[in-house]
């Protein structure tokens, strides 16, 4: 089956900039999505089709992609960023896929 | 604005069917979008269940398919899921979700999402 591969963990102190990465060999083709889940909380779409940002979504958050692999950028990190972020796509018969999640922690 | 509220039993028994509801609000269920079923095990990832269009079209995961049927009620404006055959693995916070598609032939993206609901599977 497919799958969209990330780092479990990534770890930034408050001011730096994070990087979360998401690879598939279906990126490509496909646009790749982010979301972002505080412990209790439902998912919240903080970028779309591969580098768009919703309205309210702050202005540290970008996305870019690459080839295979798309990076969610958060520029100046801050502790509210703390949360488990997830990519999210399709596969080549458009099933729905999620990457298994990148724990970001502020130091 | 559209909300999504999902309800159902909180616990199930294993070798039963999981039941649950997705209330849509501030919208109709019979708008272009394709309406969907996320679940999250504790302490685990996004998992994508399946979705359903108003026409009654379905698109499932694979890996669920053969435990999973997702329909529609247009006339209250809401959507179902139920799982079958459930055991301790599909204990998970189950979520609803609408699914928006820019560009047709294009992927789409979960949003707004219900809270979430924690469905025990235990006896």
């Known amino acids: 089956s497919y799958e969209l591969t990330q780092p479990p963990s990534v770890s930034v102190s408050p001011g730096q900039t994070a990087r979360i990465t998401c690879s598939g060999d279906?990126?490509?083709?496909?646009?790749a999505y982010w979301y972002q889940q505080k412990p209790g909380q439902a998912p919240v779409l903080v970028i779309y089709?591969?580098?768009e940002r919703p309205s309210g979504i702050p202005e540290r958050f970008s996305g870019s992609s690459s080839g295979t692999t798309v990076t969610l950028t958060i520029s100046g990190v801050q502790a509210e960023d703390e949360a488990d972020y997830y990519c999210?796509?399709?596969?080549?018969?458009?099933?729905?896929?999620f990457g298994g999640g990148t724990k970001l922690t502020v130091l | 604005q559209v909300q999504l509220q999902e309800s159902g039993p909180g616990l199930v028994k294993p070798s039963g069917t999981l039941s649950l509801t997705c209330a849509v609000s501030?919208?109709?269920?019979?708008?272009?979008?394709?309406w969907s079923w996320v679940r999250q095990p504790p302490g685990k990832g996004l998992e994508w269940i399946g979705e359903?269009?108003?026409?009654?079209?379905?698109n499932y995961n694979p890996s669920l398919k053969s435990r999973v049927t997702i329909s529609v009620d247009k006339s209250k404006n809401q959507f179902s899921l139920k799982l079958s055959s459930v055991t301790a693995a599909d204990t998970a916070v189950y979520y609803c979700?609408?699914?928006?598609?820019?560009?047709?032939?294009?992927?789409?993206?979960?949003?707004?999402w219900g809270q979430g609901t924690l469905v025990t599977v235990s006896s």
């Open positions: 089709k591969d580098s």
């Open positions: 999210q796509s399709a596969d080549s018969r458009g099933s729905r896929v």
């Open positions: 359903i269009y108003h026409s009654g079209s379905t």
């Open positions: 501030g919208g109709s269920i019979s708008s272009s979008n394709w």
């Open positions: 979700a609408r699914v928006n598609i820019a560009v047709a032939g294009t992927t789409g993206w979960f949003d707004p």
């Open positions: 279906a990126l490509p083709k496909q646009y």
